[in-house]
């Protein structure tokens, strides 16, 4: 059984709520959608954010560049 949340949203959260839930959406069921898409977002920003990193890395994009090069030398055709 999952826990048991309580908060006290501020307006704008308040706000949020009466949008989301404006269609007959249950309020447990809007921010439980809300942060499952919030919690996806935060990931795919983290591994936005690495990409970029790792793309803007000279010493990692020379490396990359070495194994596909080697890895052509292994093509059948």
């Known amino acids: 059984m999952a826990d048991t949340i309580t ?13 989301l839930t404006r269609d007959g959406t249950p309020i447990s069921t809007a921010v439980r959608t809300a942060l499952i898409e919030a919690a996806r977002n935060h990931a795919r920003l983290a591994l936005r954010a690495e990409a970029e990193e790792l793309a803007a890395d000279e010493h990692d994009r020379a490396e990359a560049a070495q194994v596909l090069r080697d890895m052509e030398s292994l093509r059948a055709w």
């Open 7 to 19: 908060f006290r949203p501020d307006e704008d959260a308040a706000r949020a709520i009466a949008v």
